[in-house]
């Protein structure tokens, strides 16, 4: 049986499997979650291309994808990630800190050759205006005064969330990072974009119908009134002349022009990346990948949660950590020679630690288990009468 699954969590990028690869952009969606048309999505703009380059380019978010490592037996969370591709939800990912809640997303993006992931880092002052658009109103105020003022396009920013929900074939990989810290409303607002797929940019909006009315007022304006006009050969010859202006070339002509105006070419949370945003509104085709995390802090309202596929990040085992090491350091040529052997000796410490009943409330990250390893395993590393104070130092527990 062919294999449901497009994220395996192995670290091996689709791009070398042209089966999966073409699965994946096939993909069918489901009635009640497609948004915009097909023929939205820009033909031959070469964003994607950029996009793909910069992600190589962004060596350090690579290997941070490269080397995230889900144990097999984790099925829970490679299966909720598949899910919620399928059903275009967002997953909602809850876990201690340093389970491995935000290198999922970087995993998803390198896996899945998505190009880079889009970040947005949540505090208490985060609100949804924030991730979907800046509007530099007093710079376009500046340059207006000194009669420099460029299109409207030039002071508007997408931001990460804006930016995730532009039209193109293939998702995009959206981070929204620690949700838990946000402001109370945020989880809510996010809720409308999360079901419609869309949203407005109302400076856009409003300069698009202006521009639009203009044009049509001044088509009004050069169809002569012929109200109680007698029918004669004049009359007949400025009918013909009104029907090429409304339905002809000259209209067809004017209809481009109105289009072209209501494009605005608008900056993105792409380095160097710029779109066209035709009438103000953005509107996916395929729905972004969207990876929430959440330290537990906080709960969060039925109506969210329930528009979220949700997953728990296990704690990793002894192999899962032996598997995680060995993709960390598999670059690292100043390893002492018995570093082997010391890595499992420090891999069952910690575990031991974690399981101790004298320590049951002990927390502590994988990453501090491979700044221990990384420090105790070179060649020139602390003595061994220091081993024990770096030990309580590194591996201290977060809880303590």
């Known amino acids: 049986m062919e294999d449901w699954r497009f ?6 990028q689709i791009k070398e499997k042209e089966k999966e690869k073409e699965k994946f952009q096939n993909l069918k969606t489901p009635p009640w979650r497609r948004f915009g048309k097909k023929e939205d999505v820009p033909n031959d703009d070469g964003r994607w291309e950029k996009l793909l380059k910069l992600a190589q380019e962004k060596d350090r978010n690579k290997r941070r994808g490269e080397i995230f490592r889900i144990s097999p037996d984790a099925t829970d969370v490679i299966n909720a990630v598949n899910a919620a591709i399928y059903l275009r939800r967002p997953l909602l990912v809850t876990g201690k800190p340093g389970s491995g809640k935000t290198s999922l997303a970087y995993a998803i993006a390198y896996e899945l050759n998505l190009g ?17 658009y800046r509007y530099d109103a007093i710079a376009r105020l500046q340059d207006a005064q000194q009669k420099e003022e460029q299109d409207i396009g030039k002071y508007i920013t997408l931001g990460a969330l804006g930016t995730a929900f532009l039209p193109s074939l293939l998702p995009r990989v959206f981070l929204i990072d620690e949700i838990d810290k946000s402001d109370i409303n945020l989880p809510n607002d996010l809720l409308n974009i999360f079901e419609e797929g869309e949203f407005q940019i109302p400076e856009l909006v409003r300069r698009a119908k202006s521009q639009e009315e203009g044009n049509d007022s001044l088509t009004a304006q050069r169809i002569p009134n012929l109200t109680n006009r007698k029918d004669t050969k004049d009359t007949k010859e400025e009918e013909n002349k009104i029907g090429n202006l409304t339905s002809g070339k000259e209209y067809e002509n004017n209809h481009e022009n109105n289009q072209e105006k209501r494009t605005f070419k608008v900056d993105t949370q792409d380095q160097d990346i710029d779109v066209d945003i035709v009438g103000g509104w953005v509107r996916c085709y395929a729905f972004p990948i969207i990876v929430m995390t959440s330290n537990g802090e906080r709960d969060f309202p039925p109506a969210f949660k329930r528009r979220c596929v949700r997953v728990e990040m296990p704690e ?48 502590r990250a994988t990453d501090q288990l491979l700044n221990t390893i990384y420090l105790l395993t070179r060649d020139v590393s602390p003595q061994a009468a220091d081993e024990k104070s770096i030990k309580d130092i590194l591996l201290r527990s977060l809880n303590q």
């Open 316 to 363: 990793p085992k002894e192999e899962a950590l032996k598997a995680i090491v060995k993709a960390h350091f598999k670059d690292e040529e100043s390893l002492a020679q018995d570093a082997e052997a010391k890595i499992d000796e420090l891999i069952k410490e910690f575990l031991s630690d974690n399981k101790s009943d004298k320590n049951q409330n002990v927390e």
């Open 116 to 132: 880079p992931v889009l970040s947005w880092g949540i505090t208490a002052r985060s609100t949804l205006q924030e991730g979907l």
């Open 7 to 12: 994220f395996h969590g192995h670290g091996e």
